[in-house]
Each structure stands twice: as structure tokens, then as C-alpha cells.
């Protein structure tokens, strides 16, 4: 990976600068809305206990569905923005280094997104992944070109793996987050759904002035004038490499950004230490967000706690995020890995954002942007997890 000491500021320009690099490689993934979510977010919800919390705030949710990006997921444009950035690094081509290629430890969405921008620019890749993987995810990662290395599934294992492939092959180390490179390809996702949502909005007001018109009517709606883009983005938090570039994207526009990450066994380490103040570095976790299992990095941390970026974290329990899953593929029609549910159910389910949104928002309400951070699931597992029989956490790869 590039120097560290190389990287652009971590910066809302950074990203831009980000995006026009990575513009040829990756998808503009759609936005889409939800009438029916939007409502059923604006009235009082029933707990799973089955009791309707107080809360009734007004919520416009609006999607951005990084399930249509390259390779399933956001984790794309972290990779290819890594890459360029490692081309430009002095003496990295002239020295051998694009044959000598890169590395990474994962068995996610970061594996593929690696191989597939490695080999897209003609350089080898070296995937260190878990003996235990699911196949699916083993099958994809060598279906981008990748040579697959096996370890144990610690990782004190997967890392001692991965330095022996740098010392025998001198492969560059590219992190699935914590870096400033990936957290700024990452956070392109913010910039396009400000201007995406504001785009939509404005021709939202466009087509209500139009029907005034052909109504003869001579009073100026009210409503929707204050409406010029989104008001909060909520995203999923595992290493926060996505969470803080899209802070970034945010800074100096006045949109607030928050957190999101289940609450089944400590998997809530970003919202423990943002309220403690200390980062927590270890997590042990078989939540069913299996993409959200992973501690914040020094780098997201510095942007998220450290520079106060992000607004706040909230946490959902299991049966919240199948809850919320369920209505995406219901009522949505698009096909979304648990890890990408979490901040539909935050604004669905948990009491204490809703209430803040009320409180905050008022009558007006917000235009709320919600992160649906990558598609790919295993149909089998996912089965299993609609299932009656599904328990509290699972060990099942989605």
C-alpha cells in the first residue's frame, strides 16, 4: 500500500480528488426510495416484545445501493482508489512493484474488490484467506484472478500467513481499512448520494409547481421549500473505513453522519468507545452482520471520534436487523447482505434515534440517506436465517 505519509489530507477535497481518480473503474450506484418505508418509519413502531415505542418522527429515507457496485459492495472503490494511489507512488512502477504485486488478509467483500482491481490494472494478487471460508466466497475471490493462500482463521494466523507471502514474493499490503487511501476511495459513496438525493429532490419540486400550475392554482406550497438535499446519512460500522469517508464526503455541509452496528455479543465496539472515549480493539462476535465483526481502525477513529465527524451510534439487536432485512427484500425488491439492514433498522427500530429525530427534526422532518453497503449474499444461509428455527447469532457465513 502507498505511504501512509503520501496519502492526500483527509479531506472533503480528498475525496473528490478520489472520485475523478476511480471514475473509470466503479459503478454510480443508484438511489432509490420507499413511500411505504418512509411511513412505516414515521409512525410509532412495535418493539419485538410487541409494544409501540413513542417516538413518531418524520422520515423521507432515501437508499444508496452499493449492492449494484463492482464485486457486490462499496469495498471497490477503496481497492481501485489504493491502487491508483500506489501507481503514483515514486519508484513504486519503475522499481518492479506492479510485479511483485499486492496482499491482503480477508475473507469479505475486501478480498474480491482487491483481486478484481488488482487485475484489472495487470497486477497479482495475493489473498490470505481462512481455511473455513465458504466456498462461494473462495470461488469468487479466484474467479477475479487471485491466488488464494489458506491460513488459520485468528488473526494472529492470517497475518503471520500474509508476511510470509510479502517476504516471498515483496507484495504491497493493502488494508481493507485502515488507511487513508481506502477511506477516501470509500467515501466517493457520500459525495455522489448528496448530489444524487439533492438532484432528486429539486425535480421532486419541479413536477409540484408544474401541477400547481396546471391546477390554476395561485398559492406557493410551503411545504418542500426548506428541502435542498439530505439532512443525516446513517451507514454500517465494522472497521469504519466506510463510515468516516463518508464523514469526510459531509464536512462543512451541515448533513450529519451517524453510526450503525448491531448490539449481539460487543459487536457495538465503535458506539462503546465513542461513548467512553477510548477505541476498542478487539471484537468477538457471530452476529449475523458477519461484515460488521471487526474493531474501528486508528485511521476511521481519527476521523470519527477524534475529529467528532460522526454525530453518534446506535445499535440493533439480531431480530431487528432480520426484521429490517426482511422488509428491503419485501418492499424494495433489491437483494442486501445483514451488514447492510443494520441502519434501516436503526431508523426503523431503535427508540433512541427516532426520538433524537423527532426531537431534532421537528415538523419538518428529515431526508434521512441510509448506506445499503453490498449485496452479497449466500441464498442458502439466508434461508436459514428467515427461518422460525434461526437463533439469537449465527456462525453462518451470508
Not at 346 to 366: K, Q, T
Request: charged share 25%.
Amino acid at each position: 500500500m502507498a505511504d501512509p505519509s503520501t496519502s492526500p489530507p483527509l479531506t472533503r477535497a480528498s475525496v473528490a480528488a478520489a472520485r475523478e481518480l476511480i471514475k473509470p473503474f466503479v459503478h454510480r450506484t443508484p438511489v432509490i426510495t420507499s413511500s411505504s418505508l418512509s411511513a412505516l418509519a414515521s409512525e410509532p413502531s412495535p418493539s419485538s416484545e410487541g409494544e409501540s415505542s413513542k417516538a413518531k418522527p418524520k422520515l423521507r429515507l432515501w437508499f444508496k445501493c452499493e449492492n449494484f457496485q463492482k464485486v457486490g459492495a462499496f469495498k471497490a472503490r477503496g481497492a481501485f482508489h489504493a491502487i491508483e494511489r500506489l501507481k503514483k507512488e515514486p519508484g513504486w512502477l519503475a522499481g518492479g512493484g506492479a510485479e511483485r504485486g499486492v496482499v491482503t488478509h480477508s475473507s469479505g467483500n475486501h478480498a474480491q474488490a482487491l483481486s478484481l482491481a488488482a487485475r484489472t490494472n495487470g497486477i497479482p494478487a495475493y489473498i490470505v484467506m481462512p481455511s473455513i471460508s465458504a466456498p462461494p466466497k473462495i470461488a469468487a475471490t479466484k474467479g477475479y484472478g487471485a491466488n488464494v493462500v489458506f491460513s488459520g482463521s485468528t488473526s494472529i494466523e492470517r497475518e503471520a500467513v500474509t508476511m510470509k507471502v510479502i517476504e516471498e514474493t515483496g507484495a504491497r499490503l493493502v488494508p481493507p481499512y485502515d488507511h487513508p487511501d481506502i477511506v477516501l476511495g470509500q467515501g466517493t459513496l457520500g459525495l455522489e448520494f448528496q448530489e444524487q438525493v439533492a438532484a432528486l429532490i429539486a425535480e421532486e419540486g419541479e413536477k409540484q409547481t408544474e401541477t400547481e400550475k396546471k391546477e390554476g392554482s395561485d398559492v406557493v406550497a410551503k411545504k418542500g421549500t426548506k428541502r435542498k438535499g439530505l439532512d443525516a446519512i446513517i451507514a454500517p460500522c465494522g472497521g469504519g473505513g466506510m463510515l468516516s469517508g463518508v464523514a469526510l464526503s459531509c464536512e462543512g455541509t451541515g448533513i450529519r453522519v451517524f453510526g450503525s452496528e448491531p448490539s449481539f455479543q460487543g459487536a457495538d465496539d465503535a458506539k462503546r468507545g465513542y461513548e467512553s472515549g477510548v477505541r476498542v480493539e478487539a471484537v468477538s462476535t457471530l452476529t449475523i452482520a458477519d461484515g460488521l465483526r471487526t474493531p474501528v481502525g486508528k485511521v476511521p477513529w481519527s476521523i470519527i471520534y477524534e475529529r467528532r465527524l460522526v454525530s453518534g451510534f446506535y445499535s440493533v439487536s439480531e431480530d431487528e436487523i432480520r426484521r429490517a432485512l426482511r422488509l428491503a427484500y419485501e418492499r424494495l425488491k433489491v437483494v442486501i447482505e445483514p451488514s447492510s439492514a443494520v441502519p434501516l433498522a436503526v431508523a426503523l427500530f431503535n427508540e433512541d434515534f427516532r426520538a433524537m429525530v423527532e426531537r431534532e427534526a421537528g415538523e419538518d422532518g428529515w431526508d434521512l440517506g441510509i448506506v445499503f453497503s453490498g449485496g452479497n449474499v449466500n441464498l442458502d444461509a439466508l434461508g436459514k436465517l428467515f427461518s422460525e428455527e434461526s437463533a439469537e447469532g449465527s456462525d453462518v457465513s451470508i
